[in-house]
């Protein structure tokens, strides 16, 4: 079945380094990719998405390109800030409903 | 911006009695969801709701669980008789028939059985 991996966190940064989380998946046809973010005591909202391969997805400084080759959907940010401390979940969807990862926590200090 | 919400925010509950969590999905929405997070695990998807009926189900969504939309705003999940191992984080999600598979999540239901 489809699956998602992540890497393990806490990840630990300083504000305006740069982020990489890993995110690989495993599908049986072409998924739609996302990332979501649940900041603390929020709900899941929707970061960005990419819904065929090569397709780059964007917002809030944060992008993630679909690379059908490697099967990853890697999130990525220039310039951590603070704000950014949260758990960030990569899922896939090929159909209506989502498979996510485990996520993984971003710790952002000043 | 239009959003799911949900309540209560955290309900305890002793093991054995019925929970019923409520959701208020988007309201142009037509596809309806519920999934659920223990602690430390993936969210792992339970139900799917369109057209006034289920559409799809985990094998976690078993006999114990049900779901209902009462009226033309909630969107219910019920859990008849509560497990210690059914304390989780659940929430709520809606999306509309176009969506490009896009789903939005409402903050969460904190339930603890003891």
């Known amino acids: 079945g489809d699956s998602v991996t992540q890497m393990e966190g806490p990840v630990t940064l300083s504000e305006e380094a740069f982020l990489t989380i890993n995110c690989t998946y495993t599908?049986?046809?072409?998924?739609?990719l996302f990332w979501y973010v649940q900041y603390p005591g929020e709900g899941l909202q929707l970061l960005l998405k990419?819904?065929?391969?090569?397709d780059k997805g964007s917002n809030k400084g944060f992008e993630a390109t679909y690379r059908k080759e490697t099967t990853s959907f890697h999130l990525e940010k220039g310039s951590v800030q603070v704000s950014d401390s949260a758990v960030y979940f990569c899922a896939l969807s090929e159909d209506s409903t989502l498979t996510f990862g485990k996520g993984t926590m971003l710790l952002v200090s000043p | 911006e239009p959003e799911v919400t949900q309540t209560p925010s955290h309900q305890v509950t002793q093991m054995g009695q019925e929970v019923i969590l409520r959701c208020v999905p988007i309201?142009?929405?037509?596809?309806f969801y519920w999934y659920r997070q223990i602690l430390g695990q993936k969210v792992e998807f339970l139900v799917s709701f369109y057209n006034n009926e289920i559409s799809e189900k985990s094998e976690i969504f078993d006999d114990q669980f049900s779901v209902e939309r009462p009226d033309g705003s909630n969107f219910t999940l019920k859990i008849r008789s509560t497990k210690l191992e059914d304390s989780a984080m659940y929430f709520c999600a809606s999306s509309p028939l176009d969506s490009g598979n896009t789903i939005y999540f409402g903050e969460g239901s904190w339930l603890t059985v003891v």
């Open positions: 309201s142009n929405h037509l596809y």
């Open positions: 990419a819904t065929k391969a090569d």
């Open positions: 599908a049986t046809g072409y998924p739609s």
